[in-house]
């Protein structure tokens, strides 16, 4: 096979990758299979969106992108469209058929329907999947990659630290381990092409002095010539909760802007590799600096004189970073007078992480009929908004001062999806959001999400991306295509069975919303319960002679019946006001996923799930009982 010539490493990855899949494939592959690959800038003159053209006969032909990254996206559609599948972030699951040579014929080109589409690391997660999820990526369209934070310590420690699990033995994980684990990471990324994305959290902690990589508290005193840079809350200056990452900065005191603007700037002049640069505030609310100078004003109009003074001092270097800014929690209302001055370096990134996902965008009102509903901001006494309407106003509001690139970080993998047993509502959920994309004036979607989020499949992360890439695909094509690929001639019967296990409310319910007890939710979870009894007698028909079953996506939604069965009761314990016994069965459930989660480490989030549970939901142990 020949590459065109100055290419990069992700066009002879895209090569290696092509030639390797077909040699698997076609047993008569000739001797002189030849593809020439190519980049044209030109080949869409209407936009900067990934795009490629396919040419490809039985002897050969030529791929052409508009860009490196193109070609390796080209590669994996082109395998997707003589009949590979990649259906987890795992190799050793893709299907990849036997065809004969007449299959290779293909003509085609195709363009993104977005710019930004990818994915947040979130949850708990060991390096191996990390790499597993990179790798994955742009297989099924994805062109960007987060990792927040400096380095990604907080998830790969909640991992080899074993949080939750009392079956697993502790393993030491230190932050030079992330920083080390950072940077094959990233190598992993660029070779790929895609799009890099850092930082985020942890700059306010910094500004502190401390060494900020995770949420953790931090027991060291603050050193005293920094006190003054701490917002004052309740006529004091402290660490917010114990925590550096929630704690927000006197941003009207100019040592603590300064220190904040150089913390930005070094990072992006010693990380050239990083495309995007986030620049976040603290991860808390209702904990803004309450001296007199800063009430004068709004955080917003602080946050964007604070991104107007980094993109100086880059400007100053000669920095082409690009700053992603951030709409959440405070930063939802829009700034008063301050108006960023320069829009080509930043990217808004709005983040309404309140929301229902119980629908999708837009589905209560249209966005012209929320304008102007942006409550009266009240230092220290916000509330959330909850409704996707409400979200869609403090959008719009910025969208007044603000013209830039933009895309919106959500989190339908986050928590939410706990609640959607069989993960199709979810998925319908995200495809409905993506189409109110151009609607709602932004250019694509990032996800922040567990990367373990494959339990019963991972359908929703795979019509998120094909979506993304092609908003036109119908969402029942990419559902049957999936459930197809999984579950062979009885896809339709799990995918019945899997939309039936949806709980109206049940999203909102595990995340946190609404009242604890809800007749209607114990209702709805004895009714689950049931489907999983009737659909036993499908997953009896795809056990092997030996008790084992036909394939891994089986084996799962065996495994994944039986923690429906225990999860669907304790809510509805829990919903029916029968704490006791709810608590009773959640240990049950929880011994279950914590014996099993090294057999089922790749599909299902336990720190996560248990987490979430707790956090949220409102399950706790039972009293006296801290290890099971």
């Excluded at 960007?144 to 380095?151: A, G, I």
């Excluded at 339990?455 to 908003?471: G, H, I, K, T």
Aim: aromatic share 12%; with cysteine.
């Amino acid at each position: 096979m020949v590459c065109g010539e100055n290419l990069t490493e992700t066009a002879g990855f895209a090569e290696e990758e092509l030639f390797g899949y077909l040699q698997r494939m076609v047993k008569d592959l000739p001797e002189n299979y030849h593809v020439v690959f190519s980049v044209d800038e030109n080949l869409f003159p209407e936009g900067q969106n990934d795009g490629y053209r396919v040419q490809m006969e039985e002897t050969g032909g030529r791929i052409t992108g508009n860009n490196e990254r193109s070609l390796l996206l080209a590669v994996y559609d082109y395998l997707h469209f003589i009949g590979c599948r990649f259906p987890l972030p795992l190799a050793e699951y893709e299907i990849v058929p036997c065809i004969g040579r007449e299959k290779l014929r293909a003509a085609y080109e195709k363009q993104a329907s977005f710019y930004h589409r990818g994915v947040c690391i979130e949850g708990a997660d060991s390096f191996e999947n990390i790499l597993n999820y990179i790798e994955w990526l742009p297989k099924i369209g994805f062109n960007s990659f987060f990792l927040q934070f400096q380095t990604p310590y907080a998830f790969l420690a909640r991992w080899y630290g074993h949080l939750e699990n009392p079956y697993e033995e502790e393993e030491q994980y230190t932050p030079g381990d992330a920083q080390r684990d950072l940077r094959l990471l990233e190598r992993a990324v660029k070779k790929r092409g895609l799009l890099l994305h850092e930082a985020g959290h942890g700059w306010t902690g910094e500004a502190l002095g401390y060494h900020t990589v995770s949420w953790d508290l931090q027991d060291a005193v603050p050193d005293a010539g920094v006190v003054h840079r701490m917002a004052m809350i309740n006529g004091r200056r402290s660490l917010y909760k114990g925590v550096p990452a929630n704690t927000n900065l006197c941003y009207h005191n100019a040592d603590a802007v300064d220190a904040f603007a150089e913390l930005v700037t070094a990072y992006a002049r010693q990380n050239p590799q990083t495309d995007y640069v986030h620049v976040w505030l603290a991860d808390d609310y209702n904990n803004l600096c309450e001296c007199p100078e800063c009430r004068r004003t709004t955080l917003s109009d602080q946050y964007v004189s604070l991104l107007n003074e980094i993109d100086r001092r880059l400007s100053e270097e000669g920095i082409r970073t690009r700053i992603v800014f951030l709409l959440y929690q405070e930063l939802l209302w829009p700034p008063v007078a301050e108006r960023l001055k320069n829009e080509d370096r930043f990217v808004l990134m709005f983040a309404p992480i309140s929301r229902t996902f119980e629908v999708s965008y837009m589905s209560e009102e249209s966005g012209e009929e929320v304008a102007g509903r942006i409550p009266v901001f009240q230092r220290n006494q916000i509330v959330l908004p909850t409704k996707l309407a409400e979200n869609m106003a403090f959008l719009k509001g910025w969208q007044t001062v603000f013209g830039g690139d933009g895309f919106v970080y959500d989190y339908p993998l986050g928590r939410a999806h706990y609640g959607d047993f069989g993960y199709i509502h979810m998925a319908r959920v995200i495809y409905g959001d993506i189409q109110k994309l151009r609607q709602m004036g932004a250019d694509g979607y990032i996800s922040c999400q567990e990367l373990r989020a494959a339990f019963p499949n991972a359908l929703p992360d795979y019509v998120m991306a094909r979506a993304l890439f092609d908003s036109r695909c119908p969402v029942d094509e990419i559902i049957r295509e999936y459930s197809m690929a999984c579950y062979g001639e009885d896809w339709e019967k799990v995918t019945e069975y899997l939309e039936n296990l949806y709980v109206p409310g049940g999203c909102d319910y595990v995340n946190g919303k609404g009242p604890r007890r809800n007749a209607e939710i114990a209702v709805q979870m004895e009714r689950v319960k049931q489907c999983c009894v009737d659909f036993g007698s499908c997953l009896a028909r795809h056990r092997t002679s030996s008790g084992g079953w036909e394939t891994i996506f089986w084996e799962v939604l065996a495994y994944h019946k039986r923690y429906v069965e225990l999860f669907s009761e304790t809510l509805r314990l829990f919903s029916a006001g029968e704490e006791e016994a709810a608590g009773a069965e959640w240990e049950t459930l929880r011994e279950l996923i914590c014996k099993n989660e090294r057999k089922y480490q790749p599909f299902l989030d336990v720190y996560r799930v248990l987490e979430v549970t707790q956090r949220y939901t409102g399950l706790h142990r039972q009293q006296g009982k801290e290890e099971i």
